[in-house]
Nanobody
């Protein structure tokens, strides 16, 4: 059974940093693209970043470019999101995601709150 568990969220001040982790289990995830999404109160879930395990190529939403860095450790089946220069508008629940064929898997999310 595939399981994704996020951690690392918390409360930070504007300009602060956080490092989110997503531990994956249940199967090997090498060869698959994994990503981060977020959902703020009253808003739709939105794409944050993704990374391909084979190429290491990462993509970011415009709001994350220059501030967020996605990485993964295939040996540990863990993905990370380093977030710097955080802003109040980054406040949201952050979810990790992997699409295996036609099935999307999601973690339970981790809350990030940025105070002004």
């Amino acid at each position: 059974q595939v399981q994704l568990v996020e951690s690392g969220g918390g409360l930070v001040q504007t300009g602060g940093s956080l490092r989110l982790s997503c531990a994956a289990s249940g199967r090997a995830f090498s060869g698959y693209t994994m990503g981060w999404f977020r959902q703020a109160p009253g808003k739709d879930r939105e794409y944050v970043a993704s990374i391909n395990s084979n190429t290491g190529i990462a993509h970011y939403a415009d709001f994350g470019k220059g501030r967020f860095t996605i990485s993964r450790d295939n040996a540990q089946n863990t993905m990370y999101l380093e977030m710097n220069n955080l802003k109040p508008e980054d406040t949201a629940v952050y979810y990790c995601n992997v699409a295996l064929g036609v099935v999307d898997y999601w973690g339970q999310g981790t809350q990030v709150t940025v105070s002004s």
